[in-house]
């Protein structure tokens, strides 16, 4: 079982670009910090680096 620390780390929401943020921040006042984690470390949350290193997150439904 992986710590809250470990689970957050992965998550990273500190390095998601400000429009995702902006659309996550209803989710990041209203959920307990469990259920934002599993919402988004969970398939289709996934955080990529395109061609040129520019990240991305793709939000879950």
Known sequence: M???SEALQQVAWWDWPHDVLRA???DI???PIDA???KYSAPG???KLS???T???TQPA
Do not use: C, M, Q, S
């Open 24 to 26: 996550a921040l209803p």
């Open 2 to 4: 992986r710590t809250l």
């Open 36 to 38: 934002f984690i599993e």
């Open 55 to 57: 990240k991305t997150v």
């Open 29 to 31: 006042r209203a959920l």
């Open 45 to 47: 949350a996934v955080t």
């Open 51 to 53: 061609p040129n290193g």
